[in-house]
């Protein structure tokens, strides 16, 4: 199992983990939140035995003192009581503002007419009266409870998990440069020793052939050295022949790639177009792209590298006719260490995108892909 499938699985832990405390503490405050509610009918039932004492004749005065103190203790719960004809008799507890209180109190009374059944009051010959309330400013409160505790959280943890990724990234970004810095190095000083060697074989007649090769060679190591070293810093972009410098790039590779791979280039209606690009980095990407192109293959195949413009952008499809990739494998292919390949340190397609996004400004993504027939990647440029 790869390094990647962990992290998902790892991932998927910990939704589900997270998931679970949201719903069980949703739960927990639905059952706490009906338990005040049903303490609060309870509250008002007294109250209204409170309201039937006041109104029956014979009550003492230390009976009276206690049911107004009962009356006057409520105030949280909004409550509008209602004569039998529909009309209003009194209120507590309930907002109004300063003009037109009459239609506001209406419209509060139709609101809870229509949310609730009401309590009756009987006051005795006949007389009776409803009783509608609404949940105190407490058990609204409580409601939203869980709701602000949750969004809290995440807010804390989406600002964590983005401040964790970007000293993550710094962090690798600093191992690239030191990794490239250095490679560039060490291949700088057996480099220079072979171009003196090459010079030396030229002195010699009969050599033509193999330091000529050997030129070749020398100046491919000039390049990767040279490619080493502009990781880290801002390359210089300059205005270049796309297809000229695809097609640099597209020779070399044909000659060292089987002969039953056969690599093209499209240039469609633009084969003239100038961009701005590093050059030798540019070239590393179509490079990186292709040899992943080569070992997707296997055998025999074909990749073909097509161009064209849109809305001023410029799009590059790099189309191979490979075993293909799943939809899951779209974004995984550009992390470092990401590889199919029993040999390879999965860094070509996670430098190549880099190179697109971080110093050309553009982007580089799988376009579309299918198993046994192929994968197409896109590479587009922003408007020169």
């Given at each position: 199992?790869s390094f990647?499938?962990?992290k998902?699985?790892?991932?998927?832990?910990?939704?589900?983990?997270?998931?679970?405390?949201?719903?069980f503490?949703?739960?927990?405050?639905?059952?706490?939140?009906n338990?005040?509610?049903?303490?609060?009918?309870?509250?008002v039932?007294?109250w209204?035995?409170?309201?039937?004492?006041?109104?029956?004749?014979g009550?003492?005065?230390?009976?009276?003192g206690?049911t107004?103190?009962?009356i006057?203790?409520?105030t949280t719960?909004?409550?509008i009581i209602?004569?039998?004809?529909?009309s209003?008799n009194?209120?507590r507890?309930?907002?109004?503002?300063?003009?037109?209180q009459?239609a506001?109190l209406q419209?509060?009374l139709?609101?809870?007419?229509e949310?609730?059944?009401?309590?009756?009051?009987?006051?005795?010959?006949n007389?009776i009266?409803?009783?509608?309330y609404?949940?105190?400013?407490l058990i609204k409160?409580?409601?939203?409870f869980?709701?602000?505790?949750?969004?809290i959280v995440a807010?804390?943890?989406?600002i964590?998990?983005i401040?964790?990724?970007?000293a993550?990234?710094?962090?690798?970004?600093q191992?690239?440069?030191?990794?490239s810095?250095e490679?560039?190095h060490?291949?700088g000083t057996?480099?220079s020793?072979l171009?003196?060697?090459?010079?030396?074989?030229?002195l010699?007649e009969g050599n033509?052939d193999?330091?000529?090769?050997?030129e070749?060679?020398?100046?491919r190591l000039q390049?990767?050295t040279d490619?080493f070293?502009k990781?880290?810093?801002?390359?210089?972009?300059k205005?270049?022949p796309?297809?000229?410098?695809i097609n640099e790039?597209v020779?070399?590779?044909s000659?060292r790639?089987?002969s039953n791979?056969?690599?093209?280039v499209?240039?469609?209606d633009?084969?003239?177009?100038?961009?701005?690009?590093n050059?030798?980095?540019?070239?590393?990407?179509i490079e990186?792209?292709c040899?992943?192109?080569?070992?997707?293959?296997?055998g025999e195949?074909?990749?073909?590298?097509?161009?064209?413009?849109?809305?001023?952008h410029v799009?590059?499809?790099?189309?191979?006719t490979?075993?293909g990739?799943?939809?899951n494998?779209?974004a995984t292919?550009?992390?470092?260490?990401?590889t199919?390949?029993?040999?390879?340190?999965?860094?070509g397609?996670?430098?190549a995108?880099?190179?697109?996004?971080?110093?050309h400004?553009?982007?580089?993504?799988v376009?579309e892909s299918e198993?046994?027939k192929?994968t197409?990647f896109?590479i587009?440029?922003?408007k020169?």
């Amino acid at each position: 199992m790869s390094f990647y499938t962990h992290k998902r699985i790892w991932k998927l832990f910990l939704l589900i983990g997270a998931i679970t405390i949201g719903f069980f503490t949703l739960v927990y405050t639905d059952d706490l939140t009906n338990e005040l509610k049903e303490e609060e009918r309870k509250s008002v039932e007294i109250w209204i035995q409170a309201i039937k004492q006041i109104t029956q004749s014979g009550t003492g005065e230390d009976e009276l003192g206690l049911t107004l103190e009962i009356i006057s203790q409520n105030t949280t719960i909004p409550i509008i009581i209602v004569e039998a004809d529909s009309s209003i008799n009194s209120h507590r507890n309930i907002d109004l503002p300063q003009k037109e209180q009459d239609a506001a109190l209406q419209k509060e009374l139709q609101r809870l007419m229509e949310k609730t059944e009401p309590l009756i009051i009987d006051l005795g010959e006949n007389e009776i009266q409803y009783l509608y309330y609404d949940d105190s400013i407490l058990i609204k409160k409580l409601g939203w409870f869980p709701i602000v505790q949750l969004s809290i959280v995440a807010l804390f943890i989406i600002i964590a998990y983005i401040a964790f990724n970007g000293a993550r990234k710094a962090e690798q970004d600093q191992v690239w440069v030191g990794m490239s810095k250095e490679t560039a190095h060490q291949l700088g000083t057996p480099t220079s020793s072979l171009l003196g060697w090459v010079d030396l074989l030229k002195l010699k007649e009969g050599n033509e052939d193999i330091t000529t090769e050997l030129e070749k060679d020398v100046e491919r190591l000039q390049v990767i050295t040279d490619r080493f070293s502009k990781i880290g810093s801002k390359p210089e972009l300059k205005e270049q022949p796309l297809i000229l410098t695809i097609n640099e790039i597209v020779d070399y590779l044909s000659r060292r790639t089987a002969s039953n791979i056969n690599i093209s280039v499209d240039a469609g209606d633009v084969p003239y177009l100038m961009v701005n690009i590093n050059k030798v980095l540019f070239q590393w990407v179509i490079e990186n792209i292709c040899k992943n192109a080569v070992d997707a293959i296997g055998g025999e195949g074909s990749i073909i590298i097509k161009i064209h413009r849109n809305n001023g952008h410029v799009h590059i499809d790099i189309k191979d006719t490979g075993k293909g990739l799943n939809r899951n494998q779209f974004a995984t292919v550009f992390k470092p260490g990401y590889t199919t390949k029993l040999r390879g340190w999965g860094l070509g397609l996670s430098l190549a995108k880099r190179i697109v996004q971080g110093y050309h400004g553009g982007k580089l993504f799988v376009k579309e892909s299918e198993i046994g027939k192929g994968t197409t990647f896109r590479i587009t440029l922003p408007k020169a």
